[in-house]
């Protein structure tokens, strides 16, 4: 048997007709789009357990890349999240993996060690519906990075930190307070204070709409639960979704449930990697993914613009 027939079985969805195409379709993005003609920025945030260093020296690789792929310059920003986690109360960093990534909020152990290891939130519940006990305090957290040290391009985010990227982009979306105190009446999560700000920007937002977002092995929530409103209405900032073929600590169905609650949901909205829970720094072809969606998102940003200072520089009869 050929060695690409052995691979595809491996491997069955990154030889699918559908990924191929979405891997060249990137791939050509990649090499053919000029990069922006001004400096990117972006926010990345870390997954459960990690923090903002260790987040940054797992993606040194990719970070050469960019810096490579981007010459006006790229800027990216590794906050930690504020919740720190203790083996006593998390049973993954005990060695048992949560089944999403996010652990389990439990014990009570009074001598807990503290080490380096970091949440956006503790997840409640043994099934899903969960609660997302300290949410507020996370993405209180990313406001605040957001205010100090923004403007900001866009969010990238692993797992917990992808889950998180795409409530970022939600919540900065116009209209998006509207639908919290909607859903508020149902039930629903109140749109977080620490968003509100008055800055100029639409709607008195502590920043603005971001340009797009990524979400490695990121999630949704599912099920009956405060938080629809991050995803209804849909979210409109065009995310990109990569998954892991072997992931077994993001069940796959959580991942598609994210990618369905965003727009821009095409196929080539969505890559899949030969590996497991892990940001594909080094693999070209996510890599590819990766630099071509930015130049994108970027590439059409900087034509709008010329197009608007043409229509401004044009003489008309009044």
């Known amino acids: ?75 990216l920003v590794y906050p930690t999240a504020p919740i720190r986690l203790t083996p006593a109360d998390e049973s993954f960093l005990a060695g048992s993996t949560g089944k999403d990534g ?22 409640k ?16 957290h990313i ?9 900001f391009d866009g969010v990238v985010g692993f797992s917990q930190g992808g889950a998180a990227a795409a409530m970022v982009a939600s919540l900065l979306e116009p209209g998006r307070r509207e ?59 065009p995310i990109l979704h990569f998954l892991g073929t072997q992931d077994v600590v993001v069940e796959e169905a959580r991942s598609l449930a994210l990618v369905k609650a965003c727009t821009h949901s095409e196929d080539k909205y969505v890559v899949y990697h030969p590996g497991g829970h892990f940001l594909p720094s080094t693999q070209k072809a996510s890599v590819n993914a990766l630099i071509g969606f930015i130049k994108e998102v970027l590439q059409g940003e900087e ?6 200072e043409s229509v401004e520089d044009m003489d008309v009869p009044f």
């Open 1 to 75: 048997m050929r060695l690409r027939h052995l691979l595809a079985l491996s491997n069955p969805r990154l030889y699918t007709p559908t990924n191929l195409r979405t891997s060249y379709y990137w791939r050509t993005m990649a090499a053919a789009a000029p990069p922006p003609t001004r400096s990117v920025k972006i926010l990345m945030l870390h997954g459960y357990t990690q923090s903002g260093p260790l987040f940054q020296a797992k993606t040194g690789a990719l970070r050469k890349t960019l810096q490579k792929a981007f010459p006006s310059g790229i800027e």
């Open 102 to 123: 996010e652990g389990k909020g439990g014990g009570d152990n009074k001598e807990e060690q503290e080490i380096d290891a970091w949440a956006w939130w503790r997840r």
């Open 179 to 237: 639908a919290f105190e909607k859903q508020y009446k149902d039930g629903g999560m109140r749109y977080p204070e620490s968003f509100e700000a008055d800055t100029g920007y639409m709607e008195g937002s502590v920043h603005a709409p971001l340009k797009f977002a990524v979400s490695y092995s990121g999630f949704a929530a599912r099920g009956k639960n405060p938080y629809h409103a991050f995803y209804e209405p849909r979210i409109a900032t």
């Open 143 to 151: 406001a605040s990075v957001l205010k100090a040290q923004g403007p």
């Open 125 to 140: 519940g043994d099934a899903e519906p969960y609660t997302y006990e300290g949410l507020e305090l996370g993405l209180s």
């Open 303 to 308: 034509e709008s613009s010329k197009e608007e």
